[in-house]
T-cell receptor
Framework: GESVGLHLPTLSVQEGDNSIINCAYS??????FIWYKQESGKGPQFIID?????DKRQGQRVTVLLNKTVKHLSLQIAATQPGDSAVYFC???????????FGKGTSLLVTP | ETGVTQTPRHLVMGMTNKKSLKCEQH?????MYWYKQSAKKPLELMFV???????ENNSVPSRFSPECPNSSHLFLHLHTLQPEDSALYLC?????????????FGNGTRLTVT
């Protein structure tokens, strides 16, 4: 079935380096994508979103890239900090439009 | 403060108990959601209340019963649960449908069924 998936379950980076978290989706009709961050003991926190009429969108220290040709989404975090350690989820709007379809998540660990 | 408040944060209940989870959103949104988060699985949508329409995931057992008295409050009534229902239950809200605006989540209720 159609799904959202992540290439790597865990990612370890050194403090100060840039991080790239990848996500593949299979629904070619998806037109809205979101990245969430979930820290231990908390709910998912909105980071950044992008619509299918855009290829790139930048926020504070984060950039989301969308490649509709290969159905690929990535989240880039610049100058990764220890506070960035968390699980990151990508999500896309579902066929029904009622709810987001979430991936399993990538755990980002930032080491000093 | 996330703008979406869930109580209780933790709940332990036996399989014969009846309990309710509560969610309140302070964001002025008009749609509310219940999601289930189990270890190593994607978030699963359980129920959506958007304006006056309720949509549910048909795979959700009847032992889970939602209630949405107004656009700011959402409840999940639980009865005769099973151990496999142990999970983190997340409430979320959005302005409009989720294909147009992001969901804002609460910190969840960690439910343990014994």
């Amino acid at each position: 079935g159609e799904s959202v998936g992540l290439h790597l379950p865990t990612l370890s980076v050194q403090e100060g380096d840039n991080s790239i978290i990848n996500c593949a989706y299979s629904n070619s009709a998806s037109d809205y994508f979101i990245w969430y961050k979930q820290e231990s003991g908390k709910g998912p926190q909105f980071i950044i979103d992008i619509r299918s009429n855009m290829d790139k969108r930048q926020g504070q220290r984060v950039t989301v890239l969308l490649n509709k040709t290969v159905k690929h989404l990535s989240l880039q975090i610049a100058a990764t900090q220890p506070g960035d350690s968390a699980v990151y989820f990508c999500a896309e709007n579902s066929n029904s439009g009622y709810a987001l379809n979430f991936g399993k998540g990538t755990s980002l660990l930032v080491t000093p | 403060e996330t703008g979406v408040t869930q109580t209780p944060r933790h709940l332990v209940m036996g399989m014969t108990n009846k309990k309710s989870l509560k969610c309140e959103q302070h964001l002025g949104h008009n749609a509310m959601y219940w999601y289930k988060q189990s270890a190593k699985k994607p978030l699963e949508l359980m129920f959506v209340y958007s304006l006056e329409e309720r949509v549910e995931n048909n795979s959700v057992p009847s032992r889970f019963s939602p209630e949405c008295p107004n656009s700011s409050h959402l409840f999940l009534h639980l009865h005769t649960l099973q151990p496999e229902d142990s999970a983190l239950y997340l409430c979320a809200s959005s302005q409009g449908q989720s294909y147009n605006s992001p969901l804002h989540f609460g910190n969840g209720t960690r439910l343990t069924v014994t």
